[in-house]
C-alpha cells in the first residue's frame, strides 16, 4: 500500500495564478482531510470530507475548494493564489473518524 | 473552538534519557486527546491517544498523563532514542467531529549523543 500520496512536493506559485494539490490514497477510508501548516505552528483544517460526494468545511476554508467525486481522490483547488497561502499542505485520511489520521508527505507551496 | 497548546518549543534530551514533553489546553470539550510525530519533511504520525475519562495510557516507550483538574497532557519518552528528535503535536477530538483533529504548535525534540 502506497497510503496516502501527494504530489506535486514543491511548487512555487505567483499570486494571482490557480492550481490543484492533488491527493489520493489506497486504503479505502472514508475520512479525508486538507489541512496547512505555517512555520512553528500546529495544522489547520481547511476542508474535510466523510466519504464520496460529501465535503465541509473546516477551520480556514477561504481562498479553497475541494471535491470528492471519488473515495480515493480529494483534490484542494486554489483559484487566486496569495501570499498568505504560503504555506505546507497535508492530506490526511482516516478509515472511521477516530483518533489515527494517516498523513500524506506534504506539499510545499510557496507564492510569490 | 477548542484551543490546545505546548509549553515550550524546543527540548533537548540526551540519548538514553527519558523525555518529557507537556501540553496545555484551555478548552475540556475533547474526548480524546492525541500525540502525534513528525519528522523533518514527513508528515504526522499517530503515537497514542487517550480518552478524556482516563488519567495515564501506556505504550510503547511512551506513556500519555493526562490531568484534567489543571487542563494539562504530558507525554514521555523512555530511553530517548536519535529516532525520537522531531517535532510533537499534541491534538484534542471529539467523538462527533468526524475525525476533525484540533493541534497544538509542536514541541521540537532534539536528541543529543
Known amino acids: 500500500n502506497a497510503g496516502v500520496t501527494q504530489t506535486p512536493k514543491f511548487r512555487i506559485l505567483k499570486i494571482g495564478q490557480s492550481m490543484t494539490l492533488q491527493c489520493t490514497q489506497d486504503?479505502?477510508?472514508?475520512?479525508m482531510y486538507w489541512y496547512r501548516q505555517d512555520p512553528g505552528m500546529g495544522l489547520k483544517l481547511i476542508y474535510y470530507s466523510v466519504g464520496a460526494g460529501i465535503t465541509d468545511k473546516g477551520e480556514v476554508p477561504n481562498g479553497y475548494n475541494v471535491s470528492r467525486s471519488t473515495t480515493e481522490d480529494f483534490p484542494l483547488r486554489l483559484e487566486l493564489a496569495a501570499p498568505s497561502q504560503t504555506s505546507v499542505y497535508f492530506c490526511?485520511?482516516?478509515?472511521?473518524?477516530?483518533?489515527?489520521?494517516?498523513f500524506g508527505q506534504g506539499t510545499r507551496l510557496t507564492v510569490v | 473552538g477548542e484551543s490546545v497548546g505546548l509549553h515550550l518549543p524546543t527540548l533537548s534530551v540526551q540519548e538514553g534519557d527519558n523525555s518529557i514533553i507537556n501540553c496545555a489546553y484551555s478548552n475540556s470539550a475533547s474526548d480524546y486527546f492525541i500525540w502525534y510525530k513528525q519528522e523533518s519533511g514527513k508528515g504526522p504520525q499517530f503515537i497514542i491517544d487517550i480518552r478524556s475519562n482516563m488519567d495515564k495510557r501506556q505504550g510503547q516507550r511512551v506513556t500519555v498523563l493526562l490531568n484534567k483538574t489543571v487542563k494539562h497532557l504530558s507525554l514521555q519518552i523512555a530511553a530517548t532514542q536519535p529516532g525520537d528528535s522531531a517535532v510533537y503535536f499534541c491534538?484534542?477530538?471529539?467523538?462527533?467531529?468526524?475525525?476533525?483533529?484540533?493541534f497544538g504548535a509542536g514541541t521540537q525534540v532534539v536528541v543529543t549523543p
Open positions: 491534538a484534542g477530538m471529539t467523538t462527533d467531529s468526524w475525525g476533525k483533529l484540533q
Open positions: 486504503m479505502n477510508h472514508n475520512y
Open positions: 490526511a485520511s482516516n478509515p472511521s473518524g477516530n483518533t489515527e489520521a494517516f
